[in-house]
């Protein structure tokens, strides 16, 4: 029974490229969230989505930040004309249910540098 | 507005020996409470939960934590530790009513254990 899958591990971009980072949640897991890790700092919330539906995405940046739940195929955050900053550990979570925080399973992550 | 504070950046401890991480949080409405953990290129996994009853809650790999309302605080404890404990560890607070998996992370305690 695998685990919530991330892909790439690693992910290396220049300034202005666009970063597409896959998750594809456990197994009967309907629930994805997206979590981004600054260094030295703790997770902090971007999204959360249902399948074809974003439910909360409060954490989100405005601008060049989207994420998508499609009803077949992984959940994509997508990362356009990145930039320095977006240099960060970004981590995928999946549950089966809505119940807040209670079985939320991560994946690995994926590692984006911008150069 | 909710948030984690861990007190403690890194906290270095001898083999056997007992440790204490500490964690507070601040939060207007009723809570649920974790502690996760983080080894070297890994996703986070969950250590144990407080979502209600007993304010002592045990977990994995022989860790407990006890939920304290009056001082808000979750401090994670274990007798014993070992080298395999080396790891990153994060509190997490989700409250009743929010966005189910929106979890505020603090910023984690980087527990070494040396032999």
């Known amino acids: 029974n695998a685990g919530v899958m991330q892909n790439p591990r690693h992910l290396v971009r220049r300034r202005g490229q666009e970063a597409r980072l896959r998750c594809s949640p456990m197994k009967g897991h309907s629930h994805v969230y997206w979590y981004r890790q600054l260094p030295e700092e703790g997770l902090k919330f971007m999204v959360y989505l249902q399948k074809e539906n974003i439910i909360d995405e409060s954490g989100m940046p405005k601008e060049r930040f989207s994420a998508e739940f499609p009803k077949e195929g992984p959940s994509i955050l997508r990362i356009q004309q990145v930039v320095r900053g977006d240099s960060a550990a970004y981590f995928c979570?999946?549950?089966?249910?809505?119940?807040?925080?209670?079985?939320?399973?991560f994946g690995s992550g994926t590692q984006l540098s911008v150069l | 507005a909710q948030s984690v504070t861990q007190l403690d950046s890194q906290v270095p401890v001898f083999e056997e020996a007992p440790v204490e991480l500490r964690c507070n949080y601040s939060s207007s409405v009723s809570v649920y409470l974790f502690w996760y953990v983080q080894y070297p290129n890994q996703g986070l996994q969950l250590l144990l939960k407080y979502l209600s009853g007993s304010t002592l809650v045990k977990g994995i790999n022989g860790f407990e934590a006890e939920f304290n309302k009056s001082q808000t605080s979750f401090h994670l404890r274990k007798p014993s530790v070992h080298i395999s404990d080396t790891a990153e560890y994060f509190c997490?607070?989700?409250?009743?009513?929010?966005?189910?998996?929106?979890?505020?992370f603090g910023k984690g305690t980087k527990l070494s254990v040396k032999p």
């Open positions: 979570a999946s549950s089966p249910a809505g119940v807040p925080g209670e079985k939320l399973f």
């Open positions: 997490a607070v989700s409250d009743y009513g929010g966005s189910q998996g929106n979890l505020i």
